[in-house]
């Protein structure tokens, strides 16, 4: 069902905190202050690769309104950091891997006093060899960055004999594609307020997508009991993976406790930039073969991504990465290896899509290759090697069946901006000179085509306008044997509200609104009789981390656990207060109703039941725990749930400047019943905008291993007026009659299938393939190599 207003009337709400951030009201946590705070910096390296041989900070110390200087001496715990396993020191002290690593962090009076005595720290260095490629960190002779040398993982995926098979082949494509390295770019950048409190205990204030884990990880870094610390972690402004890792948490913790002051650290754009974690970039090489009826047949990847300095998440994303590179498509021959790489450049890690971005571009631009080599419909194509329902999962898995794939495969197919696409393929007039080449030929006719746009406007002829489409299958969860637990927590207020308690945090994606919704359509309520509580290690349960499109699906699946025990306690406390039978009784708007009764009045508030459970000390709550779903059966991190969706786009590409410009875009998502209407249409449409400029304007490009763009000046991310004039968003919620399941995440699908629709449009407007992201006006124009000699088409 198209998502919009009217179709989803009952559902469409005002975010429960949406008033507050359009007002500028709402207090984020680097938005919070405390009286007699100081300001944290943090001094990085010089250098993105060298040995320390003094760190001298007597200078900095007694400078007038410094109140402490930490160095790697004054952890007292581990000096080591990650979420995955503890790799990445809080404080560097004998050598530095890349230009983000900390060496001191200063505690001030005031900001600008803390920056200027981080001017008088004095390192000496003894610089060393930049690693910055991949490919050549694994050479013999490359320096090794770690003790253990510089290769971080290694996967390797196969079934049948791809190298064999291609011989059978009637058609081999090759191509070697490119990704950048992205930054997340979320609007506030990473921070927090630090306080340690009378009793001993530290409270963290600090934007994180999973607080018990930073806890944990604060802990070992602390040398602190956990349940001496207390994260808050919402509401934060936007997050896209990126503050999964923790940034700026041990520096402040370490000077608040040091100092006994509330300590303050906002990071500048600059320092989150060099700082922060990025997009794995990575070079993935692929050969796909197919007889002649267009079956595919065999399929080889290599994937070498450049992960920077340290792991944090490096090896997660590359089984990711490795388990996505088949695509939604049955092959039989397959080989995937995949290398994550240790380099000086930035680090590589968590990033909404979690390596599919980069492989469902390489492998629905492989598809649109083969199509053309057979002369098929490139959709066609897709449809004939669909995954067909009881087919296992990409690493031969067990998976939850549906029909996703050939849903979204379908609804293409009834676009009305997919029916455009045929009318866009243009033809020569005989203007074309003759002499050129197949491609030369192809290019000229195409800015000779018809002069005028969809709206009947003139057009320019040197605009060209092409549609193109792509697929996507994406996992959910962490996958098999990472632990993946979850919990929640659901009780009757004394004030008589339900309150449901999750330590799930809310970063924009609309959480406040989804569980709102859930908790209302579960009892019957009103958002007035509903209180949430998130974000907070002292008053919510560990429900596991916010990310991999599971918070949804968890959150659903506790309400399922938690609402029978809770009803009960709820009729039953009812019933004795009411005198009937709570087999006669119902939750609903305000209380508890009989059923039947059409009065709309409850017999008992859930302000009366809470006054009598406490009278009687039997408070009314329900606890629940368990893990996600994971397949019974394969590799290490393969999934169970997957979700499908199809993208289409409409792009005009100028000729003379190589400049690509989305007109529109449809996107067909199946990813079970819809919760939250207007949340769902904001993930899919925040996460199309974010892969815009993925596809065709950002690139933290890194040079010696230095950042070249420091600020949103050259780092160019899409504004409101890059973005498609149409996006159009529908949902298929069918779910098999078994799946008991529900709803599945959103969070992600929505940013992965772009770029390869971008692509393929692009290839039909101009005649140019696309393997490098972001698409490079230069590249589109010294393509069209037929001009030069050529006179001017009139």
Not at 35 to 61: E, N, Q
Not at 340 to 361: A, C, D, K, L, P
Not at 462 to 475: D, E, P, Q, S
């Amino acid at each position: 069902m198209l998502l919009s207003r009217d179709t989803y009337a009952n559902k469409w709400i005002i975010r429960p905190d949406g008033e507050e951030k359009v007002t500028g009201k709402l207090r984020y946590l680097t938005d919070l202050t405390a009286p007699g705070m100081l300001h944290g910096k943090v001094l990085r390296s010089r250098y993105p690769h060298a040995w320390i041989l003094s760190i001298d900070t007597s200078k900095a110390i007694m400078t007038p309104g410094v109140r402490v200087v930490v160095t790697a001496e004054d952890v007292p715990g581990m000096n080591l950091f990650g979420i995955a396993f503890p790799h990445q020191p809080v404080f560097c002290h004998d050598r530095v891997r890349y230009i983000g690593d900390a060496l001191a962090a200063v505690a001030a009076d005031t900001e600008e006093i803390a920056e200027y005595a981080l001017s008088l720290i004095e390192v000496v260095y003894e610089p060393l060899p930049v690693v910055d490629d991949p490919e050549t960190a694994l050479d013999a002779g490359a320096i090794r960055l770690h003790p253990d040398g510089n290769l971080l993982h290694r996967t390797s995926l196969k079934h049948g004999e791809a190298e064999t098979a291609f011989e059978g082949c009637a058609h081999i494509v090759e191509e070697t594609y490119f990704t950048p390295r992205q930054m997340h770019t979320y609007m506030e950048t990473e921070g927090g307020l630090f306080i340690p409190e009378d009793d001993g205990r530290l409270t963290v204030y600090s934007p994180t997508q999973h607080g018990y884990k930073d806890r944990m990880q604060l802990s070992r870094i602390l040398g602190m009991a956990e349940e001496q610390i207390r994260v808050v972690s919402s509401p934060i402004g936007g997050s896209f993976g990126g503050k999964d890792e923790l940034n700026v948490q041990p520096f402040g913790a370490l000077m608040a406790l040091k100092t006994g002051s509330p300590i303050k650290m906002h990071n500048s754009r600059r320092e989150s930039v060099i700082s922060g974690i990025k997009r794995h970039p990575m070079r993935i090489k692929m050969k796909t073969g197919a007889d002649k009826e267009g079956r595919l047949i065999a399929h080889q990847v290599s994937i070498l991504a450049d992960t920077g300095a340290y792991a944090t998440l490096g090896c997660e994303v590359l089984n990711f990465a490795t388990e996505h590179a088949i695509g939604p498509y049955n092959i039989p021959n397959v080989d995937v290896q995949g290398t994550s790489v240790y380099t000086n450049n930035g680090v590589s890690g968590e990033f909404r899509g979690f390596g599919g971005n980069q492989v469902i571009f390489a492998v629905e631009s492989q598809i649109e290759r083969l199509a053309e080599k057979l002369g098929m419909d490139s959709w066609e194509l897709r449809k004939q090697n669909l995954r067909a329902p009881g087919d296992p999962g990409p690493m031969g898995q067990k998976i939850v069946q549906t029909e996703g794939a050939s849903q979204v495969w379908s609804k293409v197919m009834e676009s009305p901006l997919w029916a455009k696409r045929g009318k866009l393929k243009r033809e020569g007039d005989g203007k074309v000179q003759q002499g050129m080449g197949e491609k030369q030929q192809d290019q000229a006719e195409r800015l000779q085509g018809d002069e005028r746009n969809d709206k009947g406007e003139d057009q320019a002829p040197w605009i060209c306008r092409g549609v193109g489409a792509a697929m996507v299958m994406h996992g959910a969860g962490l996958g098999l044997g990472i632990p993946d637990h979850s919990g929640g927590r659901i009780e009757l207020t004394p004030e008589g509200k339900i309150q449901a308690s999750f330590g799930f945090e809310e970063f924009g994606q609309g959480l406040y609104a989804a569980l709102t919704l859930m908790l209302q359509d579960f009892f019957g309520c009103t958002a007035e009789d509903i209180r949430i509580v998130i974000g907070d290690t002292d008053r919510v349960p560990s429900s596991g981390s916010s990310t991999a499109s599971r918070a949804t699906t968890m959150m659903w699946r506790a309400l399922q656990r938690l609402k029978p025990p809770f009803v009960q306690a709820l009729l039953q406390q009812a019933s004795a207060l009411a005198g009937l039978a709570a087999e006669e009784l119902a939750t609903g708007a305000g209380g508890i109703h009989r059923k039947g009764d059409e009065s709309g009045k409850p017999v008992v508030t859930y302000a009366e039941l809470a006054e009598a459970a406490e009278a009687a000390a039997q408070p009314i709550i329900a606890h629940t725990e368990f893990d996600y779903p994971t397949t019974p059966e394969g590799l290490v991190g393969a999934h169970y749930l997957y979700s499908y969706a199809s993208v289409i786009v409409e792009v005009e590409v100028n000729m003379l400047t190589g400049r690509v410009k989305v007109l529109q875009t449809d996107h067909v998502i199946a990813a079970g019943p819809v919760i939250n209407p207007m949340g769902f249409l904001g993930q899919i449409e925040g996460g199309s905008v974010m892969a815009l400029g993925y596809t065709l304007t950002e690139d933290a490009v890194m040079k010696e291993s230095n950042y070249v763009r420091h600020n949103l000046d050259t780092y160019l991310v899409p504004t409101f007026k890059d973005s498609p004039h149409t996006i159009r968003v529908e949902a298929i919620e069918d779910l098999p009659e078994d799946d008991t399941f529900g709803p599945r995440g959103v969070g992600e699908i929505g940013s992965v299938g772009l770029a390869p629709a971008i692509t393929a449009a692009v290839r039909q407007a101009t005649g140019i393939w696309v393997n490098r992201l972001p698409i490079s006006p230069e590249n589109i124009v010294q393509s069209i190599d037929w001009l030069e000699g050529v006179e001017a088409i009139d």
